[in-house]
Each structure stands twice: as structure tokens, then as C-alpha cells.
């Protein structure tokens, strides 16, 4: 059964403005939350992880889709920015959950974000969502993370978006192509570790897919075949027409943006499976991370 309304917190992001056009697109009415007054009928205003918000805005709806927090790619992770990473993320989430447990079994299902990060550096390995949480900062913030949404109750679905890299030029390519462009591109660290990836069409698809099978618990949103650090970035230099000789090693990496981010974010090793997607009869439109490089360049 198509869904008639459903509710975006962090509708303005890459992730949640691209999900309202498709919704939209469809016929299917999208509240969004936003922490200004409200422009239209179509928002409402909310303070997340200050005041309470109104389990009536909530009532209704066949899900409320939690896109929250603040930018992993801005660099460098200062003391200061972690707590920014972490309140932007688990202070709105929190205030969802407390609403959705208010109504209960008449709540809509909560479909809330998280990242593949929750793995952690694990060469070597296959991850599926049964697979356990690994070490470091993000790993342990994608937990906090996972854990206020689960606060909804036993009375809510919740499913947990663990989202890979997405090959968009608003996202892991933002950087990537400029530095390819200068002619400045080449493999990072060693660059055989493997990058869990997904491009931004799958990504909206996927969690339309998630709310119309009603799918609960989490869900890897990572494309089906393995790419390695070093093959994106050959191939994005390859439509890019530029050389990619240059290589960055673990140090110089370590150095330039600090060895948190630098091992979670560029270094971290981890074959990430879409094991309940696959299960669940998704089709992927890029079954490759070329695919998905060159529709996002073709765009």
C-alpha cells in the first residue's frame, strides 16, 4: 500500500531533499521539520533536543524518515565539532523518539539514519546487519545514534539506515573532484581497503523501499559489489581525463585532517553486504561503483 504522508527531518540535506522530490513526485504528501518558522503548510517548526515536539504532528503519518546531523566530511573533527557531530545527530533523534512513544502502537514507523562507519575498520571481513559494531569515534556515535532511535519503544518500528559513502558530488566526491581535476589525485594510504558505497538514486530508493515492506531493525545501504579506495578513485580520475599518480600515505593523511578521521573516514577497511536489502528483493540501479560514479558526473 502506497504511503499518503510522510515526514522528513532534515528535508534540506542532500539525502532529504532528494527523497521529498521523489515522494513528491508520486502524490505523496511530505511534512518537514525545520528549526525555523514555517514557511508553508507543508512544515513545521521544531526546537530538537531542547523542547519536546508534539506527538499530533507525528499522528498520521506512515513514517517519519530522521536525516539529521551535521556534516562528517567537514574536517578537521576538533573536540568542539565531535560534540557538534553527536548533538546534531542523537538530540533530534531523541526528540522523535520521545514523541513516537507517546503514541504508541499508533505511531508511525521511525526510519532513522546511521552509517556504515558502525563497522569500523574491518579488513578482511564480510559485514552484514547481524555483524557487530567495531571501534572509534564514528563507530561508537553511529551506536549512540542507533540507540536513541530504538528509545522509541517496543511498540514502534524503527529501522536504521547504515548508509555507506554516497558517490555524489555533494557528498564523497566533493573533495575527490577538485584535487582529481588539479591533477593531484592518487591512491590513499595503501588504497587496496575497501569503501562501502552507494549512490544518492539507490539511497532514496532504498528507504522508499524500507517504508513500503514496512522493514525494521538495520538495513546497510551499500552497493552489491565491494570497490576499493584505490578503484573509485582510478576511475573518477579516468572521466575525469586526469592523471592519478600522486599517492598520499597513512602519515601525510593522519597529519593533514587528524588520525581520527583519517582512519574512519579514508583508511577504515570494510566489505559492507546490503544482506536485507538484497533479501528483500531491492534492485539496485548501480551495480557498480563506476555505475554510480558516472551517472552521479553525467548529472
Given at each position: ?9 532534515g528535508?534540506?540535506?542532500l ?114 546487519e ?73 539511497e532514496?530508493?532504498?528507504?522508499r ?6 522493514i ?48 574512519s ?35
Amino acid at each position: 500500500m502506497t504511503p499518503t504522508r510522510i515526514i522528513i527531518s532534515g528535508a534540506s540535506g542532500l539525502i532529504g531533499s532528494a527523497l521529498r522530490t521523489s515522494l513528491e513526485a508520486d502524490g505523496i504528501q511530505v511534512t518537514s521539520l525545520v528549526r525555523r518558522p514555517p514557511r508553508n503548510s507543508d512544515e513545521v517548526s521544531w526546537d530538537p533536543g531542547r523542547s519536546p515536539l508534539d506527538p499530533d504532528v507525528l499522528a498520521g503519518a506512515a513514517a517519519v524518515v530522521n536525516l539529521n546531523g551535521a556534516s562528517i566530511g567537514r574536517l578537521p573533527w576538533t573536540t568542539k565539532y565531535r560534540e557538534i557531530l553527536r548533538s546534531s545527530r542523537l538530540g533530534p533523534t531523541r526528540t522523535l523518539a520521545d514523541a513516537l512513544r507517546e503514541l504508541g502502537d499508533e505511531a508511525p514507523m521511525l526510519v532513522s539514519a546511521s552509517a556504515t562507519g558502525i563497522y569500523g575498520n574491518r579488513p578482511g571481513e564480510t559485514l552484514t546487519e547481524t555483524s557487530p559494531a567495531g571501534d572509534g569515534f564514528l563507530a561508537r556515535l553511529c551506536v549512540d545514534w542507533e540507540t536513541e532511535a530504538l528509545k522509541a519503544g517496543p511498540d514502534v518500528k524503527v529501522a536504521l539506515l547504515r548508509t555507506a559513502s554516497l558517490l555524489h558530488p555533494e557528498a564523497v566526491l566533493k573533495p575527490l573532484i577538485p584535487l582529481t581535476r588539479f591533477g593531484v589525485s592518487g591512491p590513499l594510504g595503501g588504497g587496496r581497503q575497501i569503501w562501502p558505497w552507494f549512490s544518492l538514486d539507490d539511497e532514496v530508493r532504498a528507504i522508499r523501499h524500507i517504508i513500503d515492506h514496512h522493514i525494521t531493525g538495520p538495513v546497510n545501504l551499500a552497493g552489491p559489489t565491494p570497490a576499493s579506495a584505490q578503484a573509485i578513485g582510478h576511475h573518477l580520475a579516468k572521466r575525469l581525463h586526469r592523471p592519478y599518480l600522486l599517492p598520499a600515505p597513512t602519515w601525510a593523511l593522519r597529519l593533514a585532517i587528524g588520525r581520527e578521521a583519517a582512519n574512519s573516514l579514508l583508511l577504515a577497511d570494510a566489505t559492507v553486504v546490503p544482506e536485507v536489502l538484497s533479501r528483500t528483493g531491492f534492485q539496485f540501479t548501480a551495480q557498480t561503483a563506476r555505475q554510480a560514479i558516472d551517472t552521479a558526473l553525467q548529472r
